[in-house]
């Protein structure tokens, strides 16, 4: 730690009044000293970390942190406000304020360093000495170790979540407690916990394994598994922690896990090696939920354990799709389990969309009659070829539904969602429900295994329900209400939704094209943009899409590149209305606007959204509109300008785009011209303005 902070780097006195403002000038500190070579470009990911979840912590500490490559070596800085500075705690402003830079190839033992560090703000004796501390030299020591903090408790109104001191371990290594090890008996449990800390068999007390992870693995990880393992001390439970943070992650034993009582993931980032955990009573919530309500979690999973409600685990490597933390709105729940079918949905549109537009290219129009490839297949025959990628992409297409429906039930109810949502969407395809049948049996399937889950059943047979008895019942439940309950009706409505598809002409087809285009570039690869995007490629998945379906897939992937390609140009023609930042990034632009990959715009719109919104969603209107009065077709669901051969009336395709890109990009050149002061002469990041994220996206598809 003694490279890592100096008195250089500590502000004792921090004047800012924004988080964005506070970050720079701790970060102009580490710039002084060489440890950043490009502000601008640190601070736009700092920035973008901070837009994945913000930093700020109960207790009034703010903990701003990011890998970068404008990082030479593992840096910290420390300020403290007097005033007070909001970074989204729950509790109000902090007045400590660590920025942790950690360049792009940081080794592991700087990364367990800075761990260490995170662990120790869960000490209250540690913040409550930063707060008296007068001198920038013994603040620096006291964060290096050097200095042990003074006996003092911390004051009432800036607690943190534990006043527990901090465990032996943690000042050795930042990470968590070796497997085995068990934890000492503390107060009596924390209310709502069961009566006595030794309720379990044999007398022994309540034994909780625990998983904590964030996106870059450096803080909140660390302070989770602190936060988790004091509160646990305090209720008199045993509880033992995985770290899998960026410094890797020690396996834990084997055996604690099977003795375990229950189970707790506290991650942002998805859980390695789920399935170690399947058949426990669980809780799975963010990390920030680890580090601020520690005791509610214990008391939660001990609760959890008392009925006998336990979980499946999950599959490997597979992204994390939770129902949503605790206090989360019914409204943000649907929308991930939507989102969650979404996201595996899309692969196989691209895949099957392209392949099916490659068999068209290649062996026409009329390639959708050719007979089966395993009956008739010649290597030289340009026609052969067609056919063979059409009947590939149809076959991928034919996976849209089922995929959508069981992984919208994996979103809800994790891996035994997947049987009855897969069933029932493949019952969709057969009763001719289609997409919307699809959403509806992903969302039937996933609250039957949540109410399955529910039923309390003894220990004997919880090894065979999520093998036998959840997929069984579910799968049987789920079939009959789509077979006989709810099918016709939503078959009805799909037919009734693509005959008004199919009847729109003139004025209503261009309103529809611009509402599109709105929804394209409302939120650049979030949940209005995919809507758009699911509804466009849920109508030419079917071997012979009509006319209209394909119209409006063409004017949802013009639409998209409209906001990447406007800010790349907008770069180009002002770049003096930009940072030098958001100038690099409109290079990339270029490439990802053609490649229809809307997020691309990301960075400008997260720097400057009142401006840069609502100009895209105008230029995609604009084109939307355009592309459906033009006519022009698209049976490819991604590709941009490199599908360009397989568009209908091509020419006025690339008009429309054309013109959405040059309306976005004169409104963005008038709105930023109308600024009293420009980046150029201003700090992009400082008081009051908002720092320029460099935002990556996160799948690669317009939506």
Same mark, same amino acid.
């Given at each position: 730690m003694s490279e890592m902070i100096t008195a250089?780097?500590?502000?004792? =006195?921090?004047?800012?009044?924004?988080?964005e403002a506070a970050a720079r000038a701790l970060a102009e500190r580490m710039v002084a000293l060489g440890r950043v070579t490009d502000l601008g470009g640190f601070l736009a990911d700092v920035a973008a970390r901070e837009a994945q979840?913000?930093?700020g912590l109960d207790g009034g500490i703010g903990i701003p942190h990011c890998r970068s490559e404008h990082v030479t070596e593992p840096t910290l800085a420390f300020g403290r406000s007097a005033a007070g500075i909001d970074f989204g705690a729950p509790d109000g402003p902090a007045d400590l304020i660590f920025l942790i830079a950690a360049p792009a190839g940081a080794d592991d033992a700087h990364l367990t360093i800075l761990s260490s560090l995170a662990r120790q703000l869960m000490n209250a004796e540690f913040t409550s000495a930063l707060r008296s501390v007068d001198d920038a030299t013994a603040a620096a020591a006291l964060i290096r170790g050097e200095e042990p903090p003074a006996a003092a408790a911390a004051p009432e109104d800036s607690a943190t979540v534990s006043n527990a001191a901090a465990s032996a371990d943690t000042a050795a290594d930042g990470k968590a407690p070796v497997p085995g090890a068990t934890v000492d008996d503390g107060p009596a449990p924390a209310p709502g916990a069961t009566d006595t800390a030794t309720d379990t068999e044999g007398g022994q007390p309540f034994r909780i394994v625990a998983v904590t992870s964030c996106p870059t693995g450096i803080a909140h990880t660390y302070m989770a598994a602190e936060s988790l393992e004091n509160a646990g001390r305090e209720a008199g439970v045993e509880v033992v922690v995985e770290t899998q943070g960026s410094a890797g992650f020690t396996r834990l034993d084997p055996a604690v896990?099977? &003795? &375990?009582?229950? %189970? $707790?993931?506290?991650?942002?980032v998805p859980v390695r090696n789920k399935d170690r955990f399947a058949g426990k009573p669980t809780v799975d919530v963010g990390v920030k939920a680890g580090i601020n309500k520690p005791a509610k979690l214990i008391a939660e999973v001990r609760a959890k354990a008392a009925r006998g409600e336990v979980s499946a685990g999950s599959a490997?490597?597979?992204?994390?799709?939770? @129902? !949503?933390?605790? /206090?989360? /709105?019914?409204?943000?729940?649907?929308?991930?389990?939507?989102?969650s079918g979404v996201s595996y949905m899309v692969p196989f549109v691209a895949a099957g969309g392209l392949l099916i537009a490659l068999g068209f290219a290649i062996g026409g129009y009329k390639i959708n009659k050719a007979p089966s490839v395993m009956d008739h297949f010649l290597w030289t025959q340009a026609d052969s070829w067609g056919a063979l990628f059409f009947q590939i992409g149809v076959v991928s297409f034919g996976f849209l539904v089922p995929v959508l429906a069981g992984y919208i039930a994996y979103g809800m109810a994790d891996r035994p969602g997947l049987v009855p949502g897969f069933v029932g969407g493949a019952i969709s395809l057969t009763i001719n429900a289609g997409f919307l049948g699809g959403l509806a049996a992903g969302l039937i399937a996933g609250g039957v295994v949540i109410g399955i889950q529910k039923v309390k059943i003894p220990a004997a047979l919880r090894g065979i329900m999520p093998v036998v008895v959840i997929p069984l019942i579910s799968a049987a439940i789920v079939g009959f209400l789509m077979f006989v309950v709810i099918g016709k009706p939503i078959?009805?409505?799909?037919?009734?939704?693509?005959?008004?598809?199919?009847?729109?002409? /003139?004025?209503? &087809? %261009?309103?529809? !094209?611009?509402?599109? /285009?709105?929804?394209?570039?409302?939120?650049l690869g979030g949940p209005v943009n995919k809507v758009a995007y699911t509804f466009a490629t849920a109508g030419i998945a079917v071997?012979?899409?009509? =006319?209209?379906?394909?119209? $409006?897939?063409?004017?949802?992937? @013009?639409? !998209?590149? %409209?906001?990447?390609?406007?800010?790349?140009?907008?770069?180009? %023609?002002? !770049?003096k209305l930009f940072t030098q930042t958001e100038r690099e990034n409109g290079k990339a632009a270029w490439v990802l606007g053609a490649s229809f990959i809307s997020e691309g715009a990301i960075p400008f719109a997260a720097a400057d959204p009142l401006r840069v919104i609502p100009s895209a969603m105008v230029g995609g209107a604009v084109t939307g509109s355009l592309s459906m009065l033009f006519g022009a077709t698209l049976r490819a669901p991604h590709g941009g300008i490199f599908v360009v051969p397989l568009i209908g009336n091509p020419f006025l395709y690339l008009i429309a785009i054309a013109a959405g890109v040059c309306v976005t990009t004169a409104l963005v050149v008038l709105l930023k011209g109308l600024r009293k002061q420009t980046p150029e002469g201003a700090t992009a990041g400082g008081a009051g303005a908002p720092i320029s994220a460099k935002a990556e996206p996160k799948e690669p598809i317009a939506a």
């Open positions: 250089d780097l500590v502000d004792l =006195d921090l004047s800012a009044d924004t988080k979840m913000p930093t896990v099977a &003795a &375990a009582d229950g %189970v $707790i993931f506290a991650h942002d490997p490597g597979t992204p994390v799709e939770r @129902a !949503g933390d605790s /206090g989360e /709105g019914y409204g943000t729940k649907l929308r991930k389990w939507l989102m078959a009805s409505a799909q037919k009734g939704m693509t005959d008004w598809l199919n009847g729109l002409t /003139g004025t209503n &087809a %261009v309103l529809l !094209g611009a509402l599109l /285009g709105l929804m394209m570039c409302f939120d071997a012979s899409p009509s =006319d209209s379906a394909m119209k $409006i897939m063409a004017a949802v992937m @013009a639409a !998209g590149m %409209v906001p990447p390609l406007a800010m790349a140009l907008a770069t180009t %023609v002002r !770049g």
